[in-house]
């Protein structure tokens, strides 16, 4: 997400969950070589180092926004290369073979512009691999905008209408105008959906599953009472929502697009 602030910590709390959708998407990249790769909006970098290993002749690139994250994976030491960077202003250096992108695209805007032009930014055979969540119609964030809007003292708003615009933002397409949109530019095509069914562990997992991704955008724009009433009411929802199974855990079901175009 552009301009926000992030917390690695929070968002390794459920780090197996996050790293598997990246995996499977990864296992089915079809090209076998690369020279150039880019992972765009790379984050913890667990998941670029993975492709490094799978892409060993590579030049890969970590490309994120986020200078908290960047100062955490530049911490240990290898051979790929961070930098940072807005998605929408990033233009290759020269024709990369492989660009990937794990749970970032969802943030920005004008899909219809940013698509054709990443796919068109590939080297001939190139592709280009997107994992995206469909979080937006999930209860845990129809809540959260709920909550802004009437989670307030006497059902009153929380926080500004640039808050609210920001948490209800949903700039990711239907699955089948992914395909429309790059189908004519593209080889090899393959979009498809999958829906997890998380366990989570722990008290208000929902909660802090959220914390590190879908929340941020009321996180950074709340402060003091308004953050913790915002809280108290949206806890309370979730746990409503997400009752806690008679062992502990808590069922969270969420469901991702995944798209790979060779161009």
């Not at 667990?46 to 530049?74: H, K, Q």
Request: proline letters at 7%; one cysteine or more; aromatic letters at 8%.
């Amino acid at each position: 997400m552009p301009g926000a602030d992030w917390d690695p910590a929070q968002y390794d709390r459920f780090r197996d969950f996050r790293l598997r959708p990246a995996l499977e998407l990864l296992d089915r990249v079809p090209i076998t070589r690369a020279s150039l790769v880019y992972d765009l909006g790379c984050g913890s970098g667990a998941v670029t180092r993975i492709i490094a290993e799978r892409f060993p002749g590579a030049r890969v690139i970590g490309l994120d926004s986020s200078a908290e994250m960047l100062a955490r994976v530049r911490a240990e030491p290898g051979r790929i290369e961070w930098v940072r960077g807005n998605i929408t202003e990033w233009e290759p250096e020269r024709a990369p073979d492989l660009i990937f992108s794990n749970a970032v695209l969802h943030w920005l805007e004008d899909h219809p512009g940013l698509f054709p032009r990443l796919l068109g930014a590939l080297a001939p055979g190139g592709c280009l691999a997107v994992q995206m969540p469909l979080s937006h119609a999930q209860q845990s964030h129809t809540l959260m905008c709920e909550t802004l809007v009437n989670g307030g003292i006497g059902g009153s708003p929380l926080g500004d209408e640039a808050v609210a615009a920001a948490a209800a933002r949903d700039w990711v397409l239907d699955s089948r105008a992914y395909y429309e949109l790059l189908a004519p530019h593209s080889s090899e095509l393959d979009v498809w959906e999958t829906e997890y069914l998380h366990r989570l562990e722990g008290e208000d997992a929902v909660l802090e599953w959220v914390r590190a991704t879908g929340l941020r955008p009321v996180l950074n724009g709340l402060a003091g009472a308004d953050l913790e009433r915002f809280l108290k009411v949206y806890r309370e929802r979730l746990r409503d929502a997400y009752p806690r199974r008679a062992d502990g855990s808590t069922v969270y079901p969420f469901p991702r697009l995944f798209l790979l175009a060779t161009r």
